[in-house]
């Protein structure tokens, strides 16, 4: 069965694959799994049909016969259960591989989108001068620690797991902010993600929406 799932009609992230249908994109070419995409406007996310699909009216969604997922990191987990690629078939790899999934999602995560927030949402608030470098430095400490462990390993724990995809999709939201290179490894960890076939044929996939919307 071919999945369907959403994305921004028009993406605000302009074609540079940080909004969250990447991930899940990136999951489904990893695995060779076809899918369709349905686009989405800001105002059909809020409407009925879409919010049965998604209690929070956002994208990305997930649906594949009667079953319909939302949560970027749940449907690539589903994808990574479901087909052979993602996660290691030892138990205790197994495990470990899910493990950095959580870890990219509830403790890398947090302080980026707070910066985020900050950036993008909070501009004009007079404490955002004081409040970024608060952040920068909790996104600091993750990053160290991260740093650390990855060491001169390619990958978090072995071969390229779902976990790996989806720290990966977190670390690239700083690009722009030219934080990662402060850790070349993790500069060097994400650039060899982003260097995968599968994550090429998902953010050209994306990025052709994008480019459709904006010339069309
Ligand atoms: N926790 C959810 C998940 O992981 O699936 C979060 C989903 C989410 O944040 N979806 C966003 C959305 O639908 C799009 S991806 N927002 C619309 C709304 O809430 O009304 C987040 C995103 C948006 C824009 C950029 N950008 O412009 O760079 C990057 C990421």
């Given at each position: 069965?071919?999945?369907?799932?959403?994305?921004?009609?028009?993406?605000?992230?302009?074609?540079?694959?940080?909004?969250?249908?990447?991930?899940?994109?990136?999951?489904?070419?990893?695995?060779?799994?076809p899918?369709?995409?349905?686009?989405?406007?800001?105002?059909?996310?809020?409407?009925?049909?879409?919010?049965?699909?998604?209690?929070?009216?956002?994208?990305?969604?997930?649906?594949?016969?009667?079953?319909?997922?939302?949560e970027?990191?749940?449907?690539?987990?589903?994808?990574?259960?479901?087909?052979?690629?993602?996660?290691?078939?030892?138990?205790?790899a197994?495990?470990r591989?899910?493990?950095?999934?959580?870890?990219?999602?509830?403790?890398?995560?947090?302080?980026?989108?707070?910066?985020?927030?900050?950036?993008?949402?909070?501009?004009?608030?007079?404490?955002?001068?004081?409040?970024?470098?608060?952040?920068?430095?909790?996104?600091?400490?993750?990053?160290?620690?991260?740093?650390?462990?990855?060491?001169n390993?390619?990958?978090?724990?072995?071969?390229?797991?779902?976990g790996?995809?989806v720290?990966?999709?977190?670390?690239?939201?700083?690009?722009?902010?030219?934080?990662?290179?402060?850790?070349?490894?993790?500069?060097?960890?994400?650039?060899?993600?982003?260097?995968?076939?599968?994550f090429?044929?998902?953010?050209?996939?994306?990025?052709?929406?994008?480019?459709?919307?904006?010339?069309?």
């Amino acid at each position: 069965m071919i999945p369907t799932i959403t994305a921004f009609e028009r993406s605000p992230d302009r074609g540079t694959g940080l909004a969250r249908d990447m991930p899940v994109r990136w999951a489904l070419e990893e695995v060779g799994q076809p899918y369709e995409v349905r686009l989405v406007s800001f105002s059909e996310m809020k409407e009925p049909a879409h919010l049965a699909l998604h209690p929070f009216g956002q994208i990305p969604t997930y649906e594949e016969g009667d079953l319909a997922l939302f949560e970027s990191g749940a449907i690539v987990f589903h994808i990574a259960e479901r087909h052979r690629g993602l996660l290691p078939h030892d138990a205790n790899a197994r495990a470990r591989a899910i493990t950095w999934m959580f870890a990219a999602i509830s403790t890398i995560e947090p302080p980026i989108l707070e910066r985020t927030t900050a950036m993008f949402l909070e501009g004009d608030a007079n404490w955002r001068e004081q409040r970024l470098p608060l952040i920068d430095d909790r996104i600091r400490s993750r990053l160290a620690a991260l740093s650390d462990r990855l060491g001169n390993a390619d990958w978090l724990d072995g071969t390229f797991s779902a976990g790996d995809l989806v720290m990966v999709s977190v670390l690239r939201r700083l690009s722009a902010s030219g934080m990662l290179d402060e850790y070349p490894n993790l500069a060097a960890y994400v650039a060899r993600g982003e260097a995968r076939p599968a994550f090429r044929s998902a953010f050209d996939a994306q990025l052709a929406v994008f480019t459709a919307a904006s010339t069309g």
